[in-house]
């Protein structure tokens, strides 16, 4: 039976930390926009939590469009009370995602999606990271597997998820492989059986089956979808964690840590732009 890998304990202390911060800081603001399409669960978390920590969080209407969220964004870039600033996924379909990260202040980029915070990270110098990402790798440390020589699967290739933790983790000397939508179905079972980590942030509800899970493997679920009215993970929960050495649950994981993670980045933030 696998170690549920549950995220209150590191959620508070994470908290507590960014509380401390916080005193000594004054008002902060996050600015969290809606796309026409996106998903307001992630919305609403920040929102709540930005409540709970007396964070400024203003009510945007919706983008609708391209122009529209390029107006918006040069009002919050330059508005000298806004600390920080979200785009909610996913876009609109014909948008390209760098070009619609790149319109954000590389300064109030809390998810550190501009280029140039993509370009700090892969130098090793920046402290702007994906939430979600640094999510996964709090997660991994949690388990205190040594990641040296471990044969890690990455099942997503996404510039919030896939491509930093591809980064981390070859920097911890892991041997990284990496599955997305190219990939032959037929395949996959190969590649997630080798896996003496795996992570997937597919987002299709029981895409991984619990029969392809290597046993004693670690496993991060970052995936979220709906089925039968209910939130669930990529990965054959109930079945998997009877093969898994550990295992994230979904809700309650990855996802509850990675909106924690944001008003990190929000503190961290407020504190390159003092100096």
Known sequence: MAVILQADKLCE???K???????????LCLASLLIAKS???YYQAQKKLAEELGVDFPAI?????????????????????????ILNKPFLQKWKEQEVFSLLSPDK???GMHPLNLGRFFSGESKLISPTASSVIELLRETKVELKAKRVVIVGFSSLIGKPLTLFLANEIATVTIVHRATKKEDLPFYIAGADILISAAGVPGLIKAEWIK?????????????????????EF???KEKAA???????????LTTMFLFHNLVVAAKSQKK
Request: aromatic letters at 0%; proline letters at 6%; charged letters at 30%.
């Open 17 to 27: 930390q960014i509380k401390t911060d916080l005193e000594s800081m004054g008002k």
């Open 238 to 240: 109930d079945k998997a």
């Open 109 to 111: 980029d809390v998810e």
């Open 246 to 256: 550990a295992i994230t649950p979904v809700p309650g994981g990855v996802g509850k």
């Open 39 to 41: 998903s307001s669960e």
């Open 215 to 235: 046993k004693g493997a670690v496993v991060i679920d970052v995936g979220t979808g709906q089925r039968d009215g209910k939130t669930v993970g990529d990965v």
């Open 13 to 15: 202390g994470l908290k």
């Open 61 to 85: 209407p919706p983008a609708v469009s391209l122009s529209d969220l390029k107006s918006k964004l040069e009002k919050l870039n330059n508005d000298p009370k806004v600390t920080g600033i």
